[in-house]
């Protein structure tokens, strides 16, 4: 028995208040990569509730819920991300966080509470549909080495994997009422770079008797800019980016002994990306060396690109523009940002789209990662309901 997608839309209109209400509470409650503990349990007592069976634990706090349907048919999956990030929520809403410096910038509790109303939905459905679909709240997500490698490493899914799986992402530039997908390569990959300079320290009256470790960290920042502008392909989208620069005992009349960077990089090829790390280290040794120091280079290979799945992406995109019309769903380009989800996408057919959150009319504008990032909550509405009928 075929289900519509009227149906499907009054279903989720139905449960859109306690999805917010699922939402307002992650919100209240962040928790970072890793340290989910009460959000986990958050969840179990709602599948409890609704007497869902479920697998926990799986790298540190994940869940794995599953529905079955009414007869046998295929087996599918869908994700969505439960750690915060450590930044101090700046919005005055009552469901702001009530943890210190530790706040839902990134939406992930939007996509759990948007997949917690997926869920109500087919299970009020479940005679009707055919096969099975696994629910997996995921941690870690904002932290090497990523929850899902974790789970993926762990055999959360068993013997084998899901026909294909799908993920939603908040986009507060896209207008609420909106979604949007790429089929191929989508995200970067993301690796962290950790660079120490060592020199001699000395009074900054007196240079010459020492070996100037700041001025040897900013000769290496200015250098390894040729990565990215001699050392690929322009048409190979690549980002190098250092965030943070820390010196050991230095002051305004000392020159510190040590200094120590960190930053990124990120790439849309494989084999660039490893190429790459090797120009790193050459150009950081090189540099210190030339000016007589030593440096010591140490990179944590992250994230893989993520890849749509193209005959998935296909299916996707058609059946988001039945539920929503042609002008609804738009097509986006490559981001260098990246995501865990990416290790899904190398053992599984795989689909990670953006549902719209944003309200420029209502001021809802903020960028994740900052510290006034919210959301207009029809997106959850949405949210649940598109999940539900991509899911079938």
Same mark, same amino acid.
């Not at 932290?143 to 994997?161: D, I, R, T, V």
């Given at each position: 028995m075929s289900i519509s997608i009227a149906e499907i839309k009054a279903l989720a209109q139905k449960y859109k208040s306690q999805v917010i209400s699922y939402r307002h509470y992650l919100h209240a409650h962040p928790e970072l990569s890793f340290e989910e503990e009460q959000t986990a349990a958050y969840i179990r007592s709602f599948l409890e509730d609704h007497q869902i069976p479920y697998t926990s634990g799986w790298g540190g706090h994940g869940i794995i819920a599953t529905l079955y349907g009414g007869q046998a048919g295929p087996r599918r999956a869908f994700r969505a991300d439960i750690d915060a990030l450590p930044i101090q929520e700046e919005n005055d809403k009552p469901y702001a966080s009530q943890h210190p410096g530790k706040m839902h910038a990134c939406g992930h509790d939007v996509h759990s509470s948007s997949m917690m109303g997926a869920i109500l939905i087919l299970k009020e459905l479940s005679e009707r549909w055919s096969g099975s679909i696994d629910f997996v709240f995921q941690?870690? %997500?904002?932290?090497?080495? !990523?929850?899902? #490698?974790?789970?993926?490493?762990?055999? &959360?899914?068993?013997?084998?994997?899901?026909?294909?799986?799908?993920?939603?992402?908040?986009?507060?530039?896209? %207008?609420?009422?909106?979604? !949007?997908?790429? #089929?191929?390569?989508?995200?970067?990959? &993301?690796d962290e770079l950790y660079i120490t300079v060592r020199g001699k320290g000395g009074h900054a009256a007196t240079p010459h008797h020492a070996i100037d470790t700041i001025l040897v960290a900013a000769h290496i920042v200015t250098a390894l800019q040729q990565v990215i502008s001699r050392k690929v392909d322009p048409i190979s989208p690549s980002v190098l980016t250092i965030g943070k620069i820390n010196s050991t005992g230095g002051a305004t009349n000392i020159i510190p002994e040590e200094v120590k960077m960190e930053g990124t990089f990120r790439a849309m090829d494989e084999k660039w990306r490893y190429e790459a790390h090797e120009h790193i280290k050459n150009i950081c040794e090189g540099t210190a060396a030339a000016m007589g120091a030593s440096c010591e280079v140490y990179i944590s290979v992250g994230y893989?690109?993520?890849?749509?799945?193209?005959?998935v992406t296909e299916v996707v995109a058609d059946k988001m523009k039945a539920y929503l019309g042609d002008e609804m769903v738009e097509e986006l380009p490559i981001r260098l940002a990246a995501e865990d989800f990416s290790y899904y996408t190398q053992v599984m057919p795989a689909c990670f789209y953006r549902l719209g959150t944003g309200n420029k009319a209502r001021g809802i504008t903020s960028a994740v990662h900052t510290p006034t990032f919210d959301i207009d909550e029809d997106a959850l509405e949405l949210g649940s309901g598109l999940a539900a009928w991509l899911l079938i």
């Open positions: 941690p870690g %997500e904002e932290k090497h080495p !990523g929850g899902a #490698s974790l789970m993926l490493n762990e055999g &959360a899914f068993g013997a084998s994997y899901p026909e294909f799986i799908l993920g939603q992402h908040v986009y507060p530039s896209m %207008e609420v009422g909106k979604v !949007g997908y790429r #089929s191929g390569q989508y995200m970067a990959s &993301a893989p690109s993520l890849i749509n799945d193209d005959k």
